[in-house]
């Protein structure tokens, strides 16, 4: 099974950037549909940016779009999220996940359950 690790979370100001990566091990993610999730304290988990398996497609909750980018790079075994002018309201433990079922189409309404394979998170913070 695949393995997932996030890292490059860390503590930015306001309209301020980071860029999060997964890198994979265990097996490629070539041919898994790829997303990125976070949660805030006290809430629920919510879908933040999915990349389809070709990478053709990309797909953004409302509350990133224009912020966010979600790419992968297959060679690297690694998805990133790229984000910028962030705000307060991004403080979240951010999670990478993956969709074992290769090849299948990303269907929308994303959600967890689309996803088999997960990160255990890293934390970013975004002060005001």
């Known amino acids: 099974q695949v393995q997932l690790v996030e890292s490059g979370g860390g503590l930015v100001q306001a309209g301020g950037s980071l860029r999060l990566s997964c890198a994979a091990s265990?097996?490629?993610?070539?041919?898994?549909?790829m997303g990125w999730f976070r949660q805030a304290s006290g809430k629920e988990r919510e879908f933040v940016a999915a990349?389809?398996?070709?990478?053709?497609?990309?797909y953004y909750a409302d509350s990133v779009k224009g912020r966010f980018t979600i790419s992968r790079d297959d060679v690297k075994n690694t998805v990133y999220l790229q984000m910028n002018s962030l705000k307060p309201e991004d403080t979240a433990v951010y999670y990478c996940?993956?969709?074992?079922?290769?090849?299948?189409?990303?269907?929308?309404?994303?959600?967890?359950?689309?996803?088999?394979?997960w990160g255990q998170g890293t934390q970013v913070t975004v002060s005001s």
């Open positions: 996940a993956a969709d074992n079922r290769r090849f299948r189409p990303t269907v929308v309404p994303i959600t967890g359950t689309d996803f088999d394979s």
């Open positions: 265990g097996r490629t993610f070539s041919g898994y549909g």
């Open positions: 990349i389809s398996w070709s990478g053709r497609s990309t």
